[in-house]
């Protein structure tokens, strides 16, 4: 998809008025010089156009720049009206095409990609309510307080309905800590949540399973809370549901989490940076 942007002021003009996007074909044919005219236009598509509005001859027979936003990374890769130079100081992050070709552009692009991409961090409970997102804030007023910004962390649920908050007794227990999740919204596990996160950490053995029968390609990063960085199913290292508890099992799931946190917490960055030197 090409987006044309007209320094034509009854295009302008035009584009206003309709109040929709206008599609429309180049008006040159590849091998063919750039019409600078309707006459000339026409005679590359007779009998194909039903309306010309003749705005006039054309300023310049130069053709337009052409930039590839497609990527991260914008390639320039048609110079014409608009030269790089110009267009360089409205978008500094702007390369040239270069002569190996898009293939080129493209693997250069993904290393930029393996540099700068996040570490993922998936919290995973059953109804995303009250283990997993107590784990979520309590790792990221860690990340915070260690000013790490490189490791985004989040929460789901595999029974979990989409949109709910955190339980009242979730946000009681976790505000006395300075943690506010007032904007939790719950969301049920998926197959791409998984496959996204380079590290997923669940309260019990039936997650496990669960996330098995999901995807099991993603079982290598998926360790019990309790376990890592080891891999153990043992019943013994669940982290107990507090749901339908009163706050004081709430406040002691909230501590039994912030003390399993605190202690992965080293190896957790070990393995990000560790992640980070592998990726460079």
């Known amino acids: 998809l090409g987006v044309r942007v007209s320094s034509s002021k009854f295009v302008q003009s035009l584009l206003i008025e309709i109040r929709t996007p206008l599609t429309a074909t180049s008006a040159n044919l590849s091998g063919k010089p750039e019409p600078v005219s309707a006459e000339q236009v026409l005679s590359y598509f007779d009998g194909k156009i039903d309306l010309v509005i003749n705005g006039g001859h054309s300023e310049s027979a130069t053709p337009s720049s052409v930039v590839d936003v497609s990527e991260e990374i914008p390639i320039l890769l048609r110079e014409g009206r608009i030269p790089y130079e110009k267009l360089k100081k409205v978008v500094p992050e702007l390369e040239r095409k270069q002569k190996w070709g898009k293939a080129f552009n493209l693997a250069i692009f993904k290393v930029m990609e393996n540099i700068k991409k996040e570490f993922k961090i998936l919290f995973v409970c059953t109804g995303n309510t009250c283990r997993s997102p107590m784990a979520e804030g309590i790792l990221k007023k860690l990340l915070t307080e260690k000013g ?102 709430y406040n002691l799931c909230f501590l039994e989490l912030d003390e399993e946190i605190r202690r992965i917490l080293p190896e957790v960055i070990r393995v990000f940076e560790k992640k980070n030197e592998e990726n460079n």
Do not use: C
């Open 148 to 249: 790490i910004n490189n490791i985004k962390v989040s929460s789901a649920g595999t029974q979990a309905l989409d949109g709910y908050p955190a339980a009242p007794f979730t946000l009681e227990a976790t505000k006395v800590w300075d943690i506010d999740l007032d904007e939790h919204s719950s969301k049920k596990l998926t197959a791409d949540l998984l496959r996204e996160s380079d590290l997923i950490l669940v309260m019990s053995p039936e997650h496990l399973q669960h996330i098995e029968k999901i995807d099991r390609s993603t079982l290598a990063r998926t360790y019990l809370l309790k376990a890592f960085p080891h891999k153990d199913d043992n019943d013994n290292l669940a982290v107990k549901d507090p749901i339908g508890g009163s706050l004081e099992e």
